[in-house]
């Protein structure tokens, strides 16, 4: 079979396109590279419904902690606290477990129980979390002096959020904004191994790599073709999120506007 006939058949496998059955021995290059490339459209899924959803509620969990009424302070503060103090492994299998409960009480909550949108909504949950800290620590760092211009023009409520507040908190946060989302994508690789089931083997990028693994006794070929495609997606959201970042800071001197900075992250 040649490489061009190994894409067809297998890269959109991981969707339900192309052929059903996965090799079973005498595995090619090409193939692992198009399996797992092939995965790779589950994590981009993941990663960016997460982040897109995640951004809106975490807008809203930042302003919410930076409220002075407890009635909004308390919820925003305590949902930053479970979702940021546990590890999103455990957010997985408890998410999984309280799925299946709604599962039994009821068949339209079975939806909830599959992978594509039961671990979205772990996800989408967690990355606010972690979004709105930043977003609230961007909050209370906006100079006085903006306000205070703000409210010497005549901005009031919304308008004066819209139109000063909120840009200025995206400028600040958005170069700790980039990593999170870069470790958002990255956590995309626990949704089928914390619970959520792998329908007909159409997992994410690692579930192919580890069975390439698994079947070849060698994670020496997989691992690095898996590390590699996470390296790409990594650049891709540098590059977009650099342009972002470019386009807040347009109205700032060059040797004044904040660049972008990656951190390591350990542990989620």
């Given at each position: ?7 067809q ?18 595995f ?5 590279v198009?399996l797992i490339g ?11 419904l997460?982040?897109?959803s ?5 807008t ?8 002075s ?5 308390k ?5 930053i ?39 979205l ?6 990355t606010?979390?972690?979004s ?10 906006i ?8 409210d010497?023009y ?9 139109r ?23 956590a995309?690789t ?30 020496f ?9 996470f390296?790409?997606?990594?650049l891709?959201v ?31």
């Amino acid at each position: 079979m040649s490489c061009l006939q190994t894409i067809q058949d297998y890269g959109l496998r991981a969707i339900g396109i192309g052929e059903r059955l996965l090799p079973r021995d005498n595995f090619t290059l090409c193939e692992q590279v198009t399996l797992i490339g092939s995965g790779m459209i589950w994590n981009v899924y993941f990663g960016a419904l997460a982040l897109l959803s995640g951004f809106v509620l975490a807008t809203a969990v930042a302003v919410g902690k930076g409220a002075s009424n407890p009635f909004l302070r308390k919820p925003s503060e305590w949902f930053i606290f479970v979702f940021r103090g546990s590890p999103l492994f455990i957010q997985f299998f408890f998410a999984y477990f309280l799925f299946l409960s709604l599962k039994g009480l009821s068949p339209f909550f079975d939806v909830l129980t599959s992978a594509f949108l039961g671990a979205l909504i772990v996800l989408f949950l967690n990355t606010a979390a972690y979004s709105g800290e930043i977003f609230y620590g961007a909050l209370r760092s906006i100079p006085k002096g903006d306000v205070e211009a703000a409210d010497a023009y005549g901005f009031t409520g919304i308008a004066r959020f819209r139109r000063i507040i909120w840009p200025t908190m995206l400028r600040l946060a958005w170069p700790a904004y980039t990593n999170e989302a870069i470790f958002l994508f990255h956590a995309t690789t626990l949704v089928f191994f914390s619970g959520f089931p792998v329908w007909q083997q159409r997992g994410d990028a690692l579930y192919y790599a580890k069975y390439f693994a698994d079947k070849t006794f060698n994670p020496f070929v997989p691992y690095p073709i898996l590390a590699g495609y996470f390296i790409l997606l990594t650049l891709t959201v540098i590059g977009i999120f650099g342009l972002i970042n470019r386009r807040l800071n347009r109205h700032l001197p060059q040797e004044y506007r904040r660049k972008l900075s990656l951190r390591m992250n350990l542990i989620r």
